[in-house]
T-cell receptor, first 114, second 107 residues
Framework: DAGVIQSPRHEVTEMGQEVTLRCKPI?????LFWYRQTMMRGLELLIY????????DSGMPEDRFSAKMPNASFSTLKIQPSEPRDSAVYFC????????????FGSGTRLTVV | GQNIDQPTEMTATEGAIVQINCTYQ??????LFWYQQHAGEAPTFLSY????GLEEKGRFSSFLSRSKGYSYLLLKELQMKDSASYLC????????FGAGTQVVVTP
């Protein structure tokens, strides 16, 4: 199993540009999560999906952020327009329905907005 | 709120034992996870407790007391590679993470 795959690994963009982060969850996992990690705020849950349906997006910072999951094997997190304060590591994680084995995280996307 | 509290940093020597405590708000609680995160890497799952008691996995053990809103992660026979951040995460529907405890293992 290749695990949770995220792309790109690193992204440097200018303020105001659109940024799209991608995630492929583990096959068979029905939950997908987007987290953001910064030194100041730690790991924050942005949004999660169950069976491709967004369940809770209360952690999405503002309207500049949007997430989609068009099918069971792909999700995107988009920031438009990006701002320097969006600089962080963005993790995607997936899990099967039971919590026993936790969430499996992808390697993350390190986003720098200059 | 649903606060999770854990110490910021702990230092221990190779071969020793370290216990990382975590407290959380009990209302609506539904499971406690521990994750390990090395610098620049993704968190990796260590353990899950939903019932009171101790779960042992090799050198790592995790304990939970639901009534007290308390958990600990015990790392035994510390190795240099155990130097990492250890994240306590509690589930209230969704999983929320504490700020992490940075464990530094010295020779």
């Amino acid at each position: 199993d290749a695990g949770v795959i995220q792309s790109p690994r690193h992204e440097v963009t200018e303020m105001g540009q659109e940024v799209t982060l991608r995630c492929k969850p583990i096959s068979g996992h029905d939950y997908l999560f987007w987290y953001r990690q910064t030194m100041m705020r730690g790991l924050e849950l942005l949004i999660y999906f169950n069976n491709n349906v967004p369940i809770d997006d209360s952690g999405m910072p503002e309207d500049r952020f949007s997430a989609k999951m068009p099918n069971a094997s792909f999700s995107t997190l988009k920031i438009q327009p990006s701002e320097p304060r969006d600089s962080a590591v963005y993790f995607c994680a997936s899990s099967a329905g039971g919590a026993r084995y936790g969430y499996t995280f992808g390697s993350g996307t390190r986003l720098t907005v200059v | 709120g649903q606060n999770i509290d854990q110490p910021t940093e702990m230092t221990a020597t190779e071969g020793a034992i370290v216990q990382i405590n975590c407290t959380y708000q009990t209302s609506g609680f539904n499971g406690l996870f521990w994750y390990q995160q090395h610098a620049g890497e993704a968190p990796t799952f260590l353990s899950y407790n939903v019932l009171d008691g101790l779960e042992e996995k090799g050198r790592f053990s995790s304990f939970l007391s639901r009534s007290k809103g308390y958990s600990y992660l015990l790392l035994k026979e510390l190795q240099m590679k155990d130097s990492a951040s250890y994240l306590c995460a509690a589930r209230w529907g969704k999983l929320q993470f504490g700020a992490g405890t940075q464990v530094v293992v010295t020779p």
